[in-house]
């Protein structure tokens, strides 16, 4: 890596277009105006994304791990498997964890199931469905202070989970409000844990990536 501008020319240009598809490229061709001034857009694009890998991981560990301390200590550690508490989809997502920690020749211990389980899943827990038997019950404790909008929540963790899918298969997040974005993740962080949220304060680039101009990124 190195400090120096990156030199656009022709050639240059011409292959990154290629590289990355036309029809990608137009997302941002669109928004910027030039090819170069795309090609500089999708490079803060790429470290605004690797920016927020960390704090999405910091969100969604901290988030399963506390969902599944609180069912583990009222319903047992493999409260997971409880036809009667989950709906058949998130049923089916236990399912497809299990048998895939069986194909790699795990047992599939509560820990290794918990971590094998999508943020989906875990987003899925704070819908309307489980208002009454999950929601009431447990986890509407696990955050200081209490949230009392449990439909709010929901909307907050699932606009995350887009930001996150989006970010994994490499699309454009620039569209979005990205500072609303960080501020809901550090929220929920510090709701559940708040020296997990100064670490994740410490550590994050965030605030530094997307206070920049496109343009200005010269590294991800």
Not at 21 to 35: D, H, M, V
Not at 42 to 54: C, D, M, Q, V
Not at 130 to 153: E, S
């Amino acid at each position: 890596m190195t400090d120096q501008p990156f030199e656009y020319t022709d050639e240059r240009v011409a292959g990154l277009i290629e590289a990355m598809s036309p029809t990608r490229f137009a997302t941002y061709l669109a928004a910027a105006g030039t090819e170069t001034a795309a090609l500089k857009l999708y490079t803060w694009n790429t470290a605004a994304s690797s920016a927020f890998y960390g704090p999405l991981q910091t969100l969604e560990v901290t988030l399963r791990n506390a969902v599944h301390g609180a069912l583990s200590t009222s319903r047992g550690a493999r409260w997971f498997d409880d036809g009667q508490l989950l709906r058949p989809a998130e049923i089916r997502m236990v399912g497809d964890a299990t048998q895939h920690l069986h194909d790699l020749g795990k047992q599939p211990t509560p820990g290794r199931v918990v971590a094998e389980l999508s943020y989906g899943f875990w987003v899925a827990l704070f819908a309307n469905a489980y208002d009454t038997t999950i929601w009431r019950t447990d986890l509407h404790k696990l955050f200081t202070p209490r949230v009392k909008n449990r439909h709010g929540l929901h909307d907050t963790l699932d606009r995350l989970r887009t930001l996150r899918n989006r970010i994994a298969h490499h699309e454009p997040i620039f569209q979005r409000k990205l500072e609303d974005d960080y501020r809901r993740i550090r929220n929920i962080v510090g709701f559940l844990s708040l020296p997990t949220l100064a670490w994740l304060d410490h550590h994050s680039t965030v605030p530094s990536t997307i206070s920049v101009a496109p343009g200005a990124t010269t590294s991800f």
